[in-house]
């Protein structure tokens, strides 16, 4: 089959919820979700499964030394890097079963719509799986694309501790996935990510294609609030330092910073740990996470400098010291051009109704936008509901999405011809 052919394409969409459904198996949650940390064993599995499947139909499978996979299938010209395709394999604690899996089987499904047929693309064709997307086990997110693309040493990653002291690098080698490829050596052609929106746009639109034009700054602090541990029965209100009152009230200025820039901004804090946790001890420790996010990096300057003002405004009249440190730092990103418009064009070959957004969730090809051109597809979830086991994308949907990023790719291809 030659290039002109490639209209004629169609990928299966039953092949492909088969194998959503499959590897929903590795961690499945009572609720219907998935609980699969980054480099646990049930993250082991799931790249297991992913493995084999890409070998099955004649791909070449590396793994790089932060864990990173690439799935290759040569094409006609193997001296172009790959046009890649790829998102993750981890999910948040109680995750559900598209965010990111969708986008690794749906690369899967149009790979083995062009082995099946025998399309023979210009350039090579790699499928990546992107170790610890999620950040919830090992902050900050997007941790091994981030290295692969430059943004952090993979001594920073390799050093990440998760709540309970383990390293990135000692899981990393326990699942038996620190590659021998040093991470980064390898080039990328471009990178196109399928993915749920994760939002209610899409929805509420009626449009089934997200054409993702850049990805939203996002800036994650951690904040330790010391107070004194007293006795609940016993300590007078006024003698108290109460850390959990402070990081209450912090809370709440958190949420009137995000508010005071609406409608783009948001923040959140996401976790919470208390110290020493007992209800009748005044709380003496709270360590929190703060993430805040908008597309516009001078209004997240002005909202990190409302934040570190309310910090003592709020804590030191209650007699409480802290400790904030950002984190992480993901500014915003514009997409390439070209492969937006090959999306915009695969969609409407497709016959699918479109909208330009930018997306509100981080995302590998953030990322890989610093190395290569990229870009990303969304598809819609049921009542915009995501990190959350009720996570719901139709077979339609999901089919319609992998159909989209076929034609893409093949679109994209199309310039090496
Ligand atoms: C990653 O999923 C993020 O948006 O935090
Ligand atoms: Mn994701
Ligand atoms: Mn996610």
């Not at 959140?268 to 929190?288: H, K």
């Not at 034609?407 to 994209?412: G, M, P, Q, R, T």
Request: contains cysteine.
């Amino acid at each position: 089959m030659t290039s002109a052919d490639f209209t004629n394409l169609t990928i299966d969409p039953q092949r492909l919820w088969d194998s959503l459904m499959e590897t929903a198996r590795f961690g499945a949650t009572a609720k219907g979700g998935i609980r699969r940390l980054t480099l646990s064993d049930e993250d082991r599995q799931v790249r297991d499964w992913f493995r084999r499947a890409c070998e099955a139909i004649g791909g070449t499978v590396t793994v790089d030394d932060c864990g990173n996979m690439f799935a290759r299938r040569p094409g006609r010209r193997n001296d172009l890097p790959p046009i890649c395709m790829g998102s993750h394999l981890d999910t948040q604690p109680t995750g559900g079963k598209f965010d990111g899996n969708l986008g690794v089987l749906a690369a899967l499904e149009v790979m083995r719509t062009l082995h099946a047929s025998g399309y023979e693309t210009n350039a090579p064709i790699e499928i990546v799986n992107w170790t610890n997307e999620e950040g919830s086990r090992f902050a900050p997110a997007m941790l091994a694309s981030g290295v692969f693309a430059g943004a952090f040493t993979r001594e920073f990653a390799y050093s990440r501790e998760d709540r309970d002291g383990r390293t990135f690098a000692a899981e990393l080698a326990r699942i038996g996935y620190r590659g021998d490829e040093p991470v980064g050596a390898r080039k990328i052609g471009a990178m196109f990510e399928l993915h749920i929106e994760q939002g209610p746009i899409l929805e509420a639109e009626g449009k089934m294609v997200g054409v993702v034009t850049g990805v939203q700054g996002m800036r994650w602090y951690e904040v330790t609030v010391r107070g004194q541990e007293a006795h609940t029965g016993a300590t007078p209100m006024h003698l108290r330092r109460n850390a959990l009152l402070g990081a209450a009230r912090m809370i709440e200025a958190i949420d009137a910073i995000a508010l005071r820039h609406t409608p783009d901004a948001v923040g959140t804090v996401g976790l919470a740990e208390v110290r020493p946790n007992s209800r009748n001890v005044v709380p003496g420790e709270v360590f929190f996470c703060v993430d805040f996010r908008h597309p516009d990096e001078a209004v997240l300057e002005t909202m990190e400098r409302e934040f570190r003002a309310a910090l003592p405004a709020t804590l030191e009249p209650l007699g409480l010291a802290f400790e904030e440190k950002r984190i992480w730092n993901s500014p915003a990103v514009q997409f390439d051009t070209e492969m937006i418009g090959c999306v915009r064009k695969g969609a409407e070959k497709a016959g699918f109704a479109t909208r330009d957004m930018v997306s509100g969730a981080g995302h590998d090809a953030a990322y890989i936008a610093r190395v290569a051109p990229t870009t990303m597809i969304f598809v819609p979830c049921a009542g915009g509901i995501s990190h959350n086991e009720a996570e719901s994308t139709s077979f339609e949907e999901c089919g319609a999405g992998a159909q989209v990023l076929l034609e893409a790719v093949l679109a994209y291809d199309q310039r090496f011809g």
